[in-house]
């Protein structure tokens, strides 16, 4: 059985291990865009089409960025920049509340040993 790991737009620590987002950047009161389900279904669909190429896509976070993009109160970033995963769960929103609080709605469950994206689904 494959070892799956799900991957929101959060922050990643330099060891590796996964971190929320620092509460200066979270605002106070998010709304998570009403079509957030059907960019997740279309993500999905396109996985269909291309599945390492979008995985390869929505996990780079290495894309440089200026400190405003890095500061800004929904997109998801990391020390070394951001990634479309990030930018698509900004626009989206960040969750208000919860275990996940300031993360975005939109996680990616890929597989630890092939680095593939297996679905993505909401952030619970």
């Not at 971190?19 to 059907?38: F, G, L």
């Amino acid at each position: 059985m494959d070892q799956l790991h799900r991957a929101p737009g959060y922050r990643l620590a330099s060891t590796g291990t996964t971190t929320a987002r620092s509460s200066a950047a979270t605002p106070e009161a998010t709304m998570i865009r009403p079509d957030t389900d059907e960019l997740i279904a279309f993500l999905n669909s396109l996985l269909e089409v291309d599945r390492g190429a979008i995985s390869t896509l929505m996990l780079q976070r290495k894309v440089v960025c200026k400190q405003a993009l890095l500061d800004h109160s929904t997109v998801q970033c990391g020390p070394e920049g951001v990634g479309m995963l990030g930018i698509l769960n900004g626009y989206c929103g960040t969750l208000d509340e919860g275990e996940h609080a300031g993360w975005g709605p939109i996680s990616a469950v890929a597989d630890k040993r092939t680095c593939l994206i297996r679905r993505f689904e909401r952030t619970t």
